[in-house]
Protein backbone atom coordinates (compact mmCIF):
# COMPACT_ATOMS: atom_id res chain seq x y z
CA UNK A 1 0.00 0.00 0.00
CA UNK A 2 1.31 3.55 -0.41
CA UNK A 3 1.08 6.07 2.33
CA UNK A 4 -2.45 7.08 1.31
CA UNK A 5 -3.21 3.72 1.71
CA UNK A 6 -3.98 2.61 -1.90
CA UNK A 7 -2.97 -0.14 -4.10
CA UNK A 8 0.51 1.73 -6.05
CA UNK A 9 -0.20 2.42 -9.30
CA UNK A 10 1.87 0.49 -12.07
CA UNK A 11 2.15 1.49 -15.91
CA UNK A 12 4.14 -1.34 -18.02
CA UNK A 13 5.35 0.23 -21.43
CA UNK A 14 5.15 -2.91 -23.67
CA UNK A 15 3.10 -6.14 -23.76
CA UNK A 16 6.50 -8.16 -24.98
CA UNK A 17 8.02 -11.31 -23.35
CA UNK A 18 9.50 -8.42 -20.60
CA UNK A 19 5.76 -6.43 -20.41
CA UNK A 20 3.03 -8.86 -19.76
CA UNK A 21 5.27 -11.12 -17.10
CA UNK A 22 5.83 -7.86 -15.36
CA UNK A 23 1.87 -6.82 -15.31
CA UNK A 24 0.63 -10.01 -14.22
CA UNK A 25 3.96 -10.49 -11.63
CA UNK A 26 2.92 -6.92 -10.02
CA UNK A 27 -0.82 -7.65 -10.24
CA UNK A 28 -0.23 -10.91 -7.84
CA UNK A 29 1.89 -8.48 -5.73
CA UNK A 30 -1.28 -6.27 -5.02
CA UNK A 31 -0.62 -3.72 -7.47
CA UNK A 32 -2.86 -1.76 -9.82
CA UNK A 33 -1.41 -2.35 -13.17
CA UNK A 34 -2.05 -0.65 -16.37
CA UNK A 35 -0.21 -2.42 -19.04
CA UNK A 36 0.20 -0.47 -22.49
CA UNK A 37 0.82 -1.64 -26.17
CA UNK A 38 -0.02 -0.19 -29.53
CA UNK A 39 -1.33 -4.28 -30.62
CA UNK A 40 -4.74 -5.23 -29.95
CA UNK A 41 -3.27 -8.45 -27.64
CA UNK A 42 -0.19 -8.66 -26.05
CA UNK A 43 2.39 -10.50 -27.17
CA UNK A 44 5.28 -8.08 -28.56
CA UNK A 45 7.86 -8.68 -31.32
CA UNK A 46 8.36 -12.04 -30.40
CA UNK A 47 4.85 -13.33 -30.80
CA UNK A 48 4.07 -11.29 -33.56
CA UNK A 49 6.89 -10.53 -35.58
CA UNK A 50 9.88 -12.65 -33.99
CA UNK A 51 10.30 -15.79 -31.91
CA UNK A 52 7.09 -17.82 -32.41
CA UNK A 53 6.43 -17.04 -36.80
CA UNK A 54 10.20 -17.63 -37.17
CA UNK A 55 10.02 -21.04 -35.47
CA UNK A 56 7.01 -22.15 -37.25
CA UNK A 57 8.25 -21.07 -40.54
CA UNK A 58 11.47 -23.07 -39.38
CA UNK A 59 9.31 -26.04 -38.06
CA UNK A 60 8.15 -26.63 -41.86
CA UNK A 61 12.11 -25.79 -43.00
CA UNK A 62 13.29 -28.59 -40.60
CA UNK A 63 10.53 -31.18 -41.72
CA UNK A 64 11.63 -30.25 -45.61
CA UNK A 65 14.77 -31.07 -44.78
CA UNK A 66 13.92 -33.94 -43.06
CA UNK A 67 11.70 -35.69 -45.97
CA UNK A 68 14.82 -35.31 -47.72
CA UNK A 69 17.36 -36.87 -45.89
CA UNK A 70 15.23 -40.11 -45.12
CA UNK A 71 15.70 -41.07 -48.79
CA UNK A 72 19.12 -42.00 -47.84
CA UNK A 73 17.26 -44.11 -45.39
CA UNK A 74 15.23 -45.88 -47.92
CA UNK A 75 12.02 -43.86 -47.66
CA UNK A 76 11.48 -41.17 -50.79
CA UNK A 77 7.88 -38.82 -50.57
CA UNK A 78 8.60 -36.83 -53.78
CA UNK A 79 9.07 -33.09 -54.29
CA UNK A 80 7.21 -31.40 -51.69
CA UNK A 81 4.71 -29.00 -53.04
CA UNK A 82 4.66 -26.25 -51.19
CA UNK A 83 1.03 -23.94 -50.63
CA UNK A 84 2.42 -20.59 -49.81
CA UNK A 85 -1.40 -19.21 -48.73
CA UNK A 86 -1.75 -21.93 -46.29
CA UNK A 87 1.73 -21.68 -45.16
CA UNK A 88 1.10 -17.99 -44.03
CA UNK A 89 -2.25 -18.78 -42.75
CA UNK A 90 -1.10 -21.71 -40.49
CA UNK A 91 1.97 -19.32 -39.30
CA UNK A 92 -0.89 -16.28 -38.53
CA UNK A 93 -3.25 -19.24 -36.85
CA UNK A 94 0.04 -19.82 -34.33
CA UNK A 95 0.21 -15.91 -33.63
CA UNK A 96 -3.26 -15.31 -33.12
CA UNK A 97 -3.74 -18.64 -30.92
CA UNK A 98 -1.26 -17.63 -28.84
CA UNK A 99 -1.62 -13.21 -28.42
CA UNK A 100 -5.47 -13.94 -28.01
CA UNK A 101 -4.74 -16.40 -25.55
CA UNK A 102 -2.53 -13.58 -23.65
CA UNK A 103 -5.45 -11.33 -23.80
CA UNK A 104 -7.41 -13.80 -22.17
CA UNK A 105 -4.64 -14.09 -19.28
CA UNK A 106 -4.84 -10.07 -19.06
CA UNK A 107 -8.31 -10.08 -18.54
CA UNK A 108 -8.48 -12.98 -16.40
CA UNK A 109 -5.87 -11.42 -13.81
CA UNK A 110 -7.38 -8.13 -14.24
CA UNK A 111 -4.88 -5.90 -15.93
CA UNK A 112 -6.19 -2.35 -17.39
CA UNK A 113 -4.72 -3.29 -21.30
CA UNK A 114 -4.94 0.20 -23.45
CA UNK A 115 -4.01 0.38 -26.78
CA UNK A 116 -1.63 2.69 -27.86
CA UNK A 117 1.74 4.35 -28.09
CA UNK A 118 3.32 5.35 -24.65
CA UNK A 119 5.00 8.77 -24.17
CA UNK A 120 6.52 10.08 -20.59
CA UNK A 121 4.41 13.76 -19.99
CA UNK A 122 7.12 13.86 -16.96
CA UNK A 123 8.57 11.77 -13.87
CA UNK A 124 4.83 10.38 -13.17
CA UNK A 125 2.77 10.67 -16.30
CA UNK A 126 2.26 9.20 -19.39
CA UNK A 127 0.21 10.03 -22.66
CA UNK A 128 -1.24 7.71 -24.60
CA UNK A 129 -1.67 7.68 -27.74
CA UNK A 130 -4.07 5.44 -29.18
CA UNK A 131 -3.88 2.69 -32.67
CA UNK A 132 -7.09 1.67 -32.27
CA UNK A 133 -9.25 5.56 -32.52
CA UNK A 134 -10.17 6.34 -29.29
CA UNK A 135 -9.47 9.46 -27.63
CA UNK A 136 -5.58 9.96 -26.24
CA UNK A 137 -5.36 9.93 -22.42
CA UNK A 138 -3.37 10.14 -19.32
CA UNK A 139 -2.07 7.64 -16.81
CA UNK A 140 -0.30 8.47 -14.02
CA UNK A 141 1.80 5.72 -12.29
CA UNK A 142 3.99 5.51 -8.93
CA UNK A 143 6.29 2.92 -11.01
CA UNK A 144 6.35 2.37 -14.33
CA UNK A 145 8.45 -0.56 -16.27
CA UNK A 146 9.73 0.15 -19.86
CA UNK A 147 9.33 -2.58 -21.78
CA UNK A 148 9.31 -1.46 -25.15
CA UNK A 149 11.46 -4.28 -26.71
CA UNK A 150 13.87 -3.36 -30.17
CA UNK A 151 13.52 -3.39 -33.64
CA UNK A 152 15.47 -4.08 -36.97
CA UNK A 153 18.70 -2.54 -37.21
CA UNK A 154 19.74 -1.48 -40.87
CA UNK A 155 23.10 -0.05 -41.91
CA UNK A 156 23.13 3.87 -43.79
CA UNK A 157 21.88 3.37 -47.18
CA UNK A 158 19.78 0.53 -46.71
CA UNK A 159 16.52 1.39 -47.13
CA UNK A 160 14.33 -1.09 -46.26
CA UNK A 161 11.15 -1.17 -48.74
CA UNK A 162 9.19 -4.63 -47.47
CA UNK A 163 9.72 -5.76 -51.48
CA UNK A 164 12.90 -5.92 -52.65
CA UNK A 165 14.94 -4.87 -49.65
CA UNK A 166 13.34 -7.16 -46.69
CA UNK A 167 14.01 -7.11 -42.70
CA UNK A 168 13.31 -9.54 -40.51
CA UNK A 169 9.74 -8.72 -40.16
CA UNK A 170 8.99 -8.02 -43.96
CA UNK A 171 10.75 -11.25 -44.53
CA UNK A 172 8.46 -13.07 -42.20
CA UNK A 173 5.42 -12.35 -44.23
CA UNK A 174 6.92 -14.83 -46.98
CA UNK A 175 4.85 -12.84 -49.78
CA UNK A 176 6.58 -15.00 -52.43
CA UNK A 177 9.24 -17.32 -53.11
CA UNK A 178 12.15 -15.19 -54.53
CA UNK A 179 14.93 -17.15 -56.94
CA UNK A 180 17.52 -15.68 -55.26
CA UNK A 181 18.24 -13.99 -51.83
CA UNK A 182 21.32 -12.29 -50.49
CA UNK A 183 21.26 -12.15 -46.67
CA UNK A 184 23.85 -9.12 -45.06
CA UNK A 185 24.50 -10.63 -42.08
CA UNK A 186 25.80 -13.94 -40.98
CA UNK A 187 24.60 -13.79 -37.35
CA UNK A 188 21.31 -15.69 -36.14
CA UNK A 189 18.68 -13.82 -37.48
CA UNK A 190 20.26 -14.19 -41.23
CA UNK A 191 21.22 -17.73 -40.54
CA UNK A 192 17.70 -19.10 -39.54
CA UNK A 193 15.73 -16.75 -41.85
CA UNK A 194 17.89 -18.01 -44.93
CA UNK A 195 17.73 -21.61 -43.91
CA UNK A 196 13.97 -21.04 -44.29
CA UNK A 197 13.98 -19.63 -47.71
CA UNK A 198 16.48 -22.24 -48.79
CA UNK A 199 14.18 -24.86 -47.81
CA UNK A 200 11.24 -23.58 -49.92
CA UNK A 201 13.67 -23.57 -52.94
CA UNK A 202 15.69 -20.28 -52.42
CA UNK A 203 18.91 -19.82 -53.64
CA UNK A 204 20.61 -18.19 -50.34
CA UNK A 205 23.78 -16.32 -50.57
CA UNK A 206 25.18 -14.79 -47.18
CA UNK A 207 27.48 -12.11 -46.50
CA UNK A 208 29.31 -11.70 -43.39
CA UNK A 209 32.10 -9.45 -42.50
CA UNK A 210 33.71 -11.09 -40.25
CA UNK A 211 35.94 -14.23 -40.63
CA UNK A 212 32.69 -16.67 -39.86
CA UNK A 213 29.47 -17.25 -39.19
CA UNK A 214 28.17 -16.72 -35.93
CA UNK A 215 30.78 -14.60 -34.64
CA UNK A 216 30.02 -14.95 -30.79
CA UNK A 217 29.85 -18.74 -30.43
CA UNK A 218 32.83 -21.09 -29.86
CA UNK A 219 33.91 -21.94 -33.67
CA UNK A 220 33.34 -25.77 -32.42
CA UNK A 221 30.14 -25.10 -32.15
CA UNK A 222 29.53 -23.65 -35.20
CA UNK A 223 31.50 -26.12 -37.62
CA UNK A 224 29.18 -28.47 -37.96
CA UNK A 225 26.34 -26.01 -39.34
CA UNK A 226 29.12 -23.96 -41.37
CA UNK A 227 29.26 -28.14 -43.46
CA UNK A 228 25.28 -28.58 -43.52
CA UNK A 229 25.13 -24.34 -44.70
CA UNK A 230 27.50 -25.10 -47.45
CA UNK A 231 25.63 -27.70 -49.22
CA UNK A 232 21.98 -25.79 -48.51
CA UNK A 233 23.07 -22.71 -49.76
CA UNK A 234 24.04 -21.65 -52.93
CA UNK A 235 27.09 -19.00 -51.20
CA UNK A 236 28.43 -17.98 -47.84
CA UNK A 237 30.94 -14.94 -48.50
CA UNK A 238 32.99 -14.24 -45.30
CA UNK A 239 35.79 -11.37 -44.57
CA UNK A 240 32.86 -9.58 -47.29
CA UNK A 241 30.40 -6.60 -47.33
CA UNK A 242 28.07 -5.34 -49.27
CA UNK A 243 29.57 -1.77 -50.54
CA UNK A 244 26.56 -0.48 -52.85
CA UNK A 245 23.02 -1.85 -53.57
CA UNK A 246 20.33 0.21 -56.23
CA UNK A 247 17.18 -1.37 -56.39
CA UNK A 248 15.65 -1.57 -59.64
CA UNK A 249 12.15 -3.05 -60.98
CA UNK A 250 13.48 -6.61 -62.07
CA UNK A 251 16.04 -7.22 -58.70
CA UNK A 252 18.62 -5.50 -56.74
CA UNK A 253 22.04 -4.65 -58.14
CA UNK A 254 24.64 -5.39 -55.94
CA UNK A 255 28.70 -4.16 -55.20
CA UNK A 256 30.09 -6.97 -52.77
CA UNK A 257 34.09 -5.97 -51.60
CA UNK A 258 35.74 -8.59 -50.28
CA UNK A 259 40.07 -10.56 -50.64
CA UNK A 260 37.82 -13.57 -51.82
CA UNK A 261 34.74 -12.41 -53.57
CA UNK A 262 34.93 -13.87 -57.23
CA UNK A 263 32.19 -11.42 -59.33
CA UNK A 264 31.68 -8.63 -56.98
CA UNK A 265 28.64 -7.56 -59.52
CA UNK A 266 25.50 -9.49 -58.70
CA UNK A 267 21.95 -9.19 -59.14
CA UNK A 268 18.89 -10.51 -56.48
CA UNK A 269 15.69 -10.74 -56.69
CA UNK A 270 15.49 -9.72 -52.66
CA UNK A 271 17.87 -8.86 -50.03
CA UNK A 272 17.28 -9.15 -46.46
CA UNK A 273 19.31 -7.16 -44.32
CA UNK A 274 19.94 -9.05 -40.90
CA UNK A 275 23.00 -6.95 -39.30
CA UNK A 276 21.20 -7.19 -35.80
CA UNK A 277 18.49 -4.95 -33.82
CA UNK A 278 18.02 -1.50 -32.08
CA UNK A 279 16.70 -0.68 -28.98
CA UNK A 280 12.82 1.47 -28.97
CA UNK A 281 13.67 4.14 -27.21
CA UNK A 282 14.10 7.20 -29.28
CA UNK A 283 10.16 8.08 -29.05
CA UNK A 284 9.23 7.79 -25.39
CA UNK A 285 10.46 11.51 -23.98
CA UNK A 286 12.90 9.66 -21.52
CA UNK A 287 14.27 13.00 -20.52
CA UNK A 288 10.83 14.27 -19.37
CA UNK A 289 10.61 11.72 -16.86
CA UNK A 290 14.27 12.00 -16.14
CA UNK A 291 15.57 8.25 -17.63
CA UNK A 292 19.09 8.26 -19.10
CA UNK A 293 19.94 6.09 -21.75
CA UNK A 294 23.67 5.35 -23.32
CA UNK A 295 24.79 6.35 -27.12
CA UNK A 296 23.32 3.56 -28.48
CA UNK A 297 19.99 4.05 -27.49
CA UNK A 298 19.50 1.76 -24.40
CA UNK A 299 18.07 2.26 -21.10
CA UNK A 300 20.70 2.37 -18.22
CA UNK A 301 19.59 0.11 -15.29
CA UNK A 302 20.94 -1.02 -12.39
CA UNK A 303 20.99 -4.38 -10.66
CA UNK A 304 17.25 -4.60 -9.86
CA UNK A 305 16.98 -2.99 -13.38
CA UNK A 306 16.11 0.42 -12.19
CA UNK A 307 16.58 3.49 -14.08
CA UNK A 308 18.25 6.92 -13.10
CA UNK A 309 14.63 8.10 -11.75
CA UNK A 310 14.47 4.96 -9.34
CA UNK A 311 10.32 4.31 -9.35
CA UNK A 312 11.16 3.63 -13.12
CA UNK A 313 12.56 0.26 -14.33
CA UNK A 314 13.69 -0.80 -17.64
CA UNK A 315 13.89 -4.10 -19.14
CA UNK A 316 14.00 -6.52 -21.66
CA UNK A 317 16.00 -5.76 -25.24
CA UNK A 318 15.58 -1.65 -24.25
CA UNK A 319 17.29 -2.25 -21.31
CA UNK A 320 20.81 -3.88 -22.88
CA UNK A 321 21.76 -7.05 -24.44
CA UNK A 322 21.93 -9.78 -24.58
CA UNK A 323 18.53 -9.19 -26.74
CA UNK A 324 16.80 -12.14 -26.15
CA UNK A 325 13.10 -13.05 -24.75
CA UNK A 326 13.85 -15.25 -22.05
CA UNK A 327 16.39 -12.45 -20.24
CA UNK A 328 13.50 -10.02 -20.37
CA UNK A 329 11.11 -12.45 -18.63
CA UNK A 330 13.74 -13.12 -15.83
CA UNK A 331 14.02 -9.70 -15.55
CA UNK A 332 10.12 -8.37 -15.48
CA UNK A 333 10.07 -10.75 -12.17
CA UNK A 334 13.37 -8.69 -10.63
CA UNK A 335 11.86 -5.66 -11.32
CA UNK A 336 8.56 -5.84 -10.05
CA UNK A 337 9.96 -7.91 -7.03
CA UNK A 338 11.86 -4.73 -6.37
CA UNK A 339 9.63 -2.66 -6.86
CA UNK A 340 7.36 -4.15 -3.97
CA UNK A 341 10.08 -4.12 -1.65
CA UNK A 342 11.26 -7.72 -1.93
CA UNK A 343 15.20 -9.06 -1.67
CA UNK A 344 15.73 -9.13 -6.05
CA UNK A 345 18.64 -8.63 -8.00
CA UNK A 346 19.66 -9.65 -11.06
CA UNK A 347 22.15 -12.04 -11.27
CA UNK A 348 22.05 -15.02 -13.82
CA UNK A 349 25.05 -16.96 -14.22
CA UNK A 350 24.05 -18.55 -17.57
CA UNK A 351 21.77 -17.00 -20.24
CA UNK A 352 21.04 -19.52 -22.40
CA UNK A 353 21.26 -18.50 -26.15
CA UNK A 354 19.98 -20.86 -28.83
CA UNK A 355 20.48 -20.66 -32.90
CA UNK A 356 17.33 -22.47 -34.20
CA UNK A 357 18.80 -23.59 -37.43
CA UNK A 358 19.48 -27.00 -38.56
CA UNK A 359 21.61 -28.42 -36.45
CA UNK A 360 20.57 -26.20 -33.56
CA UNK A 361 23.64 -24.55 -32.24
CA UNK A 362 22.91 -23.62 -28.18
CA UNK A 363 25.10 -22.37 -25.23
CA UNK A 364 24.91 -21.01 -21.90
CA UNK A 365 27.61 -20.00 -18.93
CA UNK A 366 31.39 -19.02 -19.91
CA UNK A 367 32.39 -19.98 -23.47
CA UNK A 368 35.33 -21.37 -24.33
CA UNK A 369 36.58 -18.18 -26.52
CA UNK A 370 35.47 -16.11 -23.44
CA UNK A 371 37.71 -18.38 -20.81
CA UNK A 372 40.81 -17.98 -23.27
CA UNK A 373 40.32 -13.81 -23.85
CA UNK A 374 40.36 -13.41 -20.28
CA UNK A 375 42.51 -15.85 -19.22
CA UNK A 376 41.19 -17.71 -17.01
CA UNK A 377 41.98 -21.49 -16.08
CA UNK A 378 39.53 -23.87 -17.71
CA UNK A 379 39.34 -27.17 -19.34
CA UNK A 380 37.02 -28.51 -21.59
CA UNK A 381 35.75 -31.89 -22.58
CA UNK A 382 34.12 -33.02 -25.71
CA UNK A 383 31.98 -35.69 -26.51
CA UNK A 384 31.03 -36.31 -30.36
CA UNK A 385 28.03 -37.51 -31.47
CA UNK A 386 29.35 -39.59 -33.58
CA UNK A 387 29.57 -41.97 -30.87
CA UNK A 388 26.00 -41.03 -29.61
CA UNK A 389 23.32 -44.19 -30.58
CA UNK A 390 20.55 -41.80 -30.13
CA UNK A 391 21.94 -39.19 -33.09
CA UNK A 392 22.95 -42.34 -35.00
CA UNK A 393 19.70 -43.38 -34.40
CA UNK A 394 18.15 -40.19 -36.08
CA UNK A 395 21.18 -39.92 -38.98
CA UNK A 396 22.28 -36.96 -37.21
CA UNK A 397 25.66 -37.83 -36.04
CA UNK A 398 26.85 -33.89 -36.72
CA UNK A 399 26.19 -33.04 -33.12
CA UNK A 400 28.83 -31.98 -30.06
CA UNK A 401 28.78 -31.44 -26.45
CA UNK A 402 31.21 -29.78 -25.05
CA UNK A 403 31.81 -28.80 -20.88
CA UNK A 404 33.87 -25.99 -19.73
CA UNK A 405 35.28 -26.88 -16.33
CA UNK A 406 37.18 -25.05 -13.70
CA UNK A 407 40.70 -27.22 -13.32
CA UNK A 408 40.74 -27.30 -8.91
CA UNK A 409 36.81 -27.36 -8.19
CA UNK A 410 35.60 -29.65 -11.43
CA UNK A 411 32.60 -27.09 -11.27
CA UNK A 412 30.66 -26.50 -14.83
CA UNK A 413 31.27 -23.09 -16.27
CA UNK A 414 29.65 -22.79 -19.62
CA UNK A 415 27.92 -25.72 -21.56
CA UNK A 416 28.09 -25.70 -25.49
CA UNK A 417 25.82 -27.86 -27.47
CA UNK A 418 25.33 -27.93 -31.47
CA UNK A 419 22.95 -30.92 -32.96
CA UNK A 420 19.24 -31.62 -33.46
CA UNK A 421 17.36 -30.39 -30.11
CA UNK A 422 20.07 -28.91 -28.93
CA UNK A 423 17.55 -25.49 -27.76
CA UNK A 424 16.02 -28.26 -25.66
CA UNK A 425 18.91 -29.81 -24.44
CA UNK A 426 20.37 -26.83 -23.28
CA UNK A 427 17.88 -26.25 -19.91
CA UNK A 428 20.51 -28.86 -18.05
CA UNK A 429 23.12 -27.24 -18.66
CA UNK A 430 21.49 -24.13 -17.93
CA UNK A 431 20.92 -25.60 -14.07
CA UNK A 432 24.05 -27.21 -13.53
CA UNK A 433 25.76 -23.85 -14.09
CA UNK A 434 23.12 -21.79 -11.65
CA UNK A 435 23.75 -24.89 -9.41
CA UNK A 436 27.34 -24.79 -9.20
CA UNK A 437 27.00 -28.35 -10.22
CA UNK A 438 30.40 -30.41 -10.92
CA UNK A 439 31.53 -32.31 -13.95
CA UNK A 440 30.75 -35.42 -11.30
CA UNK A 441 27.26 -34.14 -10.81
CA UNK A 442 26.62 -34.70 -14.49
CA UNK A 443 28.72 -38.09 -15.15
CA UNK A 444 26.49 -39.95 -11.54
CA UNK A 445 23.31 -38.12 -12.73
CA UNK A 446 21.68 -41.38 -15.05
CA UNK A 447 20.18 -39.68 -18.03
CA UNK A 448 17.67 -42.17 -19.93
CA UNK A 449 19.53 -44.38 -23.09
CA UNK A 450 19.23 -43.62 -25.59
CA UNK A 451 18.49 -40.09 -25.73
CA UNK A 452 21.16 -37.17 -27.06
CA UNK A 453 20.92 -36.10 -23.41
CA UNK A 454 23.09 -38.59 -22.64
CA UNK A 455 25.77 -36.36 -24.34
CA UNK A 456 26.10 -34.22 -21.39
CA UNK A 457 26.77 -37.01 -18.91
CA UNK A 458 29.21 -38.77 -21.43
CA UNK A 459 30.55 -35.08 -21.72
CA UNK A 460 31.47 -35.46 -18.33
CA UNK A 461 32.63 -38.99 -18.60
CA UNK A 462 34.95 -37.80 -21.08
CA UNK A 463 36.49 -35.53 -18.36
CA UNK A 464 37.27 -37.84 -16.09
CA UNK A 465 37.86 -40.45 -19.07
CA UNK A 466 35.10 -43.05 -17.70
CA UNK A 467 33.15 -42.58 -21.13
CA UNK A 468 32.19 -46.17 -22.50
CA UNK A 469 32.01 -44.66 -26.12
CA UNK A 470 34.81 -42.69 -26.34
CA UNK A 471 38.31 -42.20 -26.21
CA UNK A 472 38.82 -39.56 -23.59
CA UNK A 473 40.69 -36.21 -24.45
CA UNK A 474 40.46 -33.41 -22.84
CA UNK A 475 42.14 -29.73 -23.65
CA UNK A 476 42.64 -27.07 -21.37
Known sequence: MTSDGRQPRVAVIGAGPGGYPAAFHATELGMDVTLIDPEANPGGVCLYRGCIPSKTLLHVASLLGEAEDAADWGVTFGSPEIDLDRLRRWKDQVIS????????????????????????????????????????????????????????????????????????????????????????GGGYIGLELGSVYAALGTKVTVVEMETGL??????????????KLESAFAEILLSARVASLNVRTDGVDVELAGARVENPSRLFD??????????????????????????????????????????????????????????????????????????????????????????EIAWCGLTEAEARESGRPHEVATFPWAASGRATTLGRNDGLTKLILEPTTERVLGVG?????????????????????????????????????????????VFFNTSPHYIARKRG
Open 270 to 359: KVLVAVGRRPNSSGLNLEAAGVESDKRGFVKVDHQRRTSAPHIFAIGDVAGEPMLAHKATYEAHVATSAMAGQAATYDAQAIPAVVFTDP
Open 97 to 184: KMTSGLGLLTRARRVRFVRGLARFEDARTLRIEPTDGDDAQRVEFDYAVIATGSQPAAPPGFQIDGERILDSTSALEIDDIPDTLLVV
Open 214 to 227: LPGADRDLVRPLER
Open 417 to 461: ITGRGAGELIAEGVLAVEMGARADDLRLSIHPHPTTSETLMEAAE
